[in-house]
């Protein structure tokens, strides 16, 4: 849902999310209860495709439809192949 800006007679600034097929076109000011009406602003998209705006995605969506696990996980990546012959370094201590 888009973040709309609205500012009353009194210049109290305020945000609304509001749905895209919202006509509401005023809102009613949370400081003075004063009618305010919907600023024309600029969208923000400078943020898109940004790890913040990934983030933001995939937070939402998970909120309505969350990932379902069906399985355990994995004990990750299998140990890399051995880099070393030398037989010395066979007998350091293992993690
Ligand atoms: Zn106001």
Known sequence: MPLYEFRCENSHLHELLLSMTAADRSAPCPECGGAATRLISSPALGHLGSA????????????????????????????????????????????
């Open 52 to 95: 913040r705006a990934q983030l933001i995605d995939r937070t939402e969506s998970s909120a309505h439809a969350p990932t379902v696990v069906d399985q355990v996980p994995g004990r990750g990546a299998p140990r890399p192949a051995r880099t070393t012959h030398d037989p010395r370094h066979a007998r350091l201590p293992r993690p």
